[in-house]
T-cell receptor
Framework: KQEVTQIPAALSVPEGENLVLNCSFTDSAIYNLQWFRQDPGKGLTSLLLIQSSQREQTSGRLNASLDKSSGRSTLYIAASQPGDSATYLC????????FGAGTRLTVKP | NAGVTQTPKFQVLKTGQSMTLQCAQD?????MSWYRQDPGMGLRLIHYSVGAGITDQGEVPNGYNVSRSTTEDFPLRLLSAAPSQTSVYFC???????????FGPGTRLTVT
């Protein structure tokens, strides 16, 4: 059974700092990995999708990497802003999609 | 495009009552799914469908039924609500082969 773990569960940083969120998974036979953002009381917004054959994807200040063999992905956020405050979830797809519990990020002005 | 829509946004039920959570998408996606989100546990898959007339169970299917009579709609039925089903429910869709899922805004369900 695929298990997805996100560390840390919560993170607080000052504005402008670069930061890394971690995601690990137990079964490397995945189709892809997806990073989502969730604002309080809202649904999920897809940030980046990395196919199993890819090593990384970039969108603006966000960069996600994938190391399938070690079962790890990282989400790098450059020059963090208060508007980045949200919960970030990673999910891996095999026959279905399994989610981590998320990292709650707070960026302080 | 409205994307993925869910109704209602909030619902309170008493134990033993039944109800249907509605989900619709206008993107002609073959794959649709239902998740529940509980504090500290991330999202867990309840049921999914790869096309009209085809459904399958996910990780936590007990207490829930689904059907898929059209590509657009994928309702989730609670036959006899229990307090353990208090949760936020999300519907999602994606094109087959893409696996990039689009989520609805969620339904917050409380069972007393």
């Amino acid at each position: 059974k695929q298990e997805v773990t996100q560390i840390p569960a919560a993170l607080s940083v000052p504005e402008g700092e670069n930061l890394v969120l971690n995601c690990s998974f137990t079964d490397s036979a995945i189709y892809n990995l997806q990073w989502f953002r969730q604002d309080p009381g809202k649904g999920l917004t897809s940030l980046l999708l990395i196919q199993s054959s890819q090593r990384e994807q970039t969108s603006g200040r966000l960069n996600a990497s994938l190391d399938k063999s070690s079962g790890r992905s990282t989400l790098y956020i450059a020059a963090s802003q208060p508007g980045d405050s949200a919960t970030y979830l990673c999910a891996v797809s095999t026959n279905d999609m399994r989610f981590g519990a998320g990292t709650r990020l707070t960026v302080k002005p | 495009n409205a994307g993925v829509t869910q109704t209602p946004k909030f619902q309170v039920l008493k134990t033993g009552q039944s109800m249907t959570l509605q989900c619709a998408q206008d993107m002609n996606h073959e794959y649709m799914s239902w998740y529940r989100q509980d504090p500290g546990m991330g999202l867990r898959l309840i049921h999914y469908s790869v096309g009209a007339g085809i459904t399958d169970q996910g990780e936590v299917p007990n207490g829930y039924n689904v059907s898929r009579s059209t590509t657009e709609d994928f309702p989730l039925r609670l036959l006899s609500a229990a307090p353990s089903q208090t949760s936020v429910y999300f519907c999602a869709s994606s094109p087959i082969g893409s696996y990039e899922q689009y989520f609805g805004p969620g339904t917050r369900l409380t069972v007393t």
